[in-house]
């Protein structure tokens, strides 16, 4: 019976604040008796992990697909985002975020003293009550990355 290796490798690349990802998974059937040879168990082994990686290098030389565009603060639909104001998609609405999420947003902006219904205007064309729950996702991940600048708010009205 013969023994059954998996490797797998992921990587993520972040730019604009959009992320793409890719992954890699390896699997290989080894003659058995290599449990009796760990040394060359291990050197088949790290083998594959160099062909997984090599494969996922080579993907991330190939062309990204670009950011979606932005207009009004809103994405474009482009297959992976809902690109639609407030949740709305093809007449079915996605649901409102989550109380945790509302949580989120409230204590970031307090925390670096910007105004969230200002931001959320300005992003997405909206206040943040009506945020729907991939928006209040993408809204967190704005808001963070304000602050990881160092800019903090943006806004004028910012304390």
């Known amino acids: 019976m013969p023994l059954s290796i998996n490797v797998g490798l992921s990587k993520k690349s972040s730019v604009d604040y959009q992320s793409q990802g890719r992954s890699i998974n ?7 008796t290599l449990l009796a040879r760990p040394a060359e168990l291990q050197r088949q082994i790290a083998a594959l992990y160099q062909q997984a990686q090599e494969a996922l290098d080579q993907a ?4 990204a697909a670009p950011p979606p565009q932005r207009t009004n603060g809103h994405a474009k639909a482009n297959g992976n985002g809902d690109g639609y104001a407030n949740g709305q998609q093809n007449g079915r609405t996605e649901p409102p975020m989550t109380t945790s999420q509302r949580r989120a947003i409230l ?3 307090q925390r670096h003293r910007a105004d969230p219904d200002t931001e959320c205007l300005d992003e997405f064309g909206c206040r943040v ?3 729907s729950i991939r928006q209040a996702s993408l809204f967190i991940d704005y808001l963070n990355a304000l ?3 160092g800019n ?3 806004k004028a009205g910012a304390r």
């Open 129 to 131: 009550s009506e945020l």
């Open 152 to 154: 903090g708010s943006r």
């Open 26 to 32: 390896v699997t290989a059937e080894l003659d058995q």
């Open 60 to 63: 991330a030389t190939e062309p």
């Open 107 to 109: 204590a970031i902006a």
């Open 147 to 149: 602050t990881e600048s």
